[in-house]
């Protein structure tokens, strides 16, 4: 019974860390730790994707405004800004692109979470954080905003309890 008691903290406790690194990798929450490896006014590092249905995904051949949203299914703060997603007109606007990369994903798990959220933008799986790798070190949800040009508007991690109000191009 003492068990039961001690694994029911620990699952507490690993709720409470945040969502900096993988669930098997969890660290303490110190944002003051987190490393943005792209900068404002910086040509996006990645341009070509293959999404979860194996379509290409190229950010040169589209003009619109785009919203690279880099994030986890387990964790909370990416569920939460999912939800924000889901539920605004962002994801209505002809003029963006929408983007989520999941970092450390399968095809599989994504396609899950896109039908769980009810999500209408393509889903990347980023199995080995080679992509997410060159945005950052740590820190999920991210969202990396980029103008028509491809160029980076603005970085945010958005773990906060609104994080759509950062959102502006």
């Known amino acids: 019974m003492k068990w039961i008691s001690a694994l029911n903290i620990l699952l507490i406790t690993l709720l409470m860390v945040g969502c900096t690194s993988s669930p098997t990798k969890l660290t303490q929450h110190n944002p003051s730790e987190y490393q943005t490896f792209v900068k404002v006014g910086e040509q996006v590092p990645v341009t070509q994707f293959i999404d979860t249905q194996g ?3 190229d950010l040169t051949q589209s003009h619109n405004a785009k919203l690279l949203i880099l994030f986890a299914t387990w964790c ?7 939800k924000a997603l889901k ?3 962002l994801n209505l606007d002809p003029n963006i692109d929408i983007i989520g ?12 979470f896109a039908d769980e959220y009810e999500l209408n933008f393509p889903l990347i799986a980023d199995n080995d954080r080679s992509i997410y790798a060159k ?3 740590a820190g999920i949800p991210r969202f990396i905003l980029l103008d028509k040009e491809n160029q980076i508007v ?3 991690i958005a773990e906060d309890e609104n994080p759509l109000t950062q959102l502006q191009w």
């Not at 909370?76 to 999912?82: E, I, K, N």
């Not at 990369?101 to 899950?112: A, H, P, Q, V, Y």
């Open 135 to 137: 945005f950052a070190n």
């Open 76 to 82: 909370s703060d990416s569920q939460r800004a999912m």
């Open 101 to 112: 990369i999941g970092r450390e994903e399968s095809n599989e798990t994504l396609d899950k």
């Open 87 to 89: 539920s605004s007109d």
């Open 154 to 156: 603005k970085t945010i």
């Open 55 to 57: 379509e290409k995904i």
